[in-house]
């Protein structure tokens, strides 16, 4: 089993920044890829960004590419996402992810980003 924490959600103007933390602990061993997903009222979940444990392939959903970056301390089994440049439709609770090396996947409980116009 994997345990996910996440932390650094919150409130922002337009234009702003907020960095996410995700902290994993339990069955790390196995960690294939970490990644954020967020959800807005009324929608469906979405792909937000994600990085493979070995740092070399990183994915961004075009809305946020080169305004969020994702990284990640292989030590702690950390996985962090710096925003910046918020935006109002960036409001939502991400949601960490974790894939492990036998194709299981684990959630975060989700942190709320509300972005102010």
């Known amino acids: 089993q994997v345990q996910l924490v996440e932390s650094g959600g919150g409130l922002v103007q337009a234009g702003g920044s907020l960095s996410l933390s995700c902290a994993a602990s339990?069955?790390?061993?196995?960690?294939?890829?970490m990644g954020w997903f967020r959800q807005a009222p009324g929608k469906e979940r979405e792909f937000v960004a994600a990085m493979s444990w070995s740092g070399d392939i990183t994915n961004y959903a075009n809305s946020v590419k080169g305004r969020f970056t994702i990284s990640r301390d292989n030590v702690k089994n950390t996985v962090y996402l710096q925003m910046n440049s918020l935006k109002p439709e960036d409001t939502a609770v991400y949601y960490c992810?974790?894939?492990?090396?036998?194709?299981?996947?684990?959630w975060g409980q989700g942190t709320q980003v509300t972005v102010s116009s």
């Open positions: 339990g069955r790390t061993f196995s960690i294939h890829a």
């Open positions: 992810n974790l894939d492990t090396d036998y194709s299981d996947s684990y």
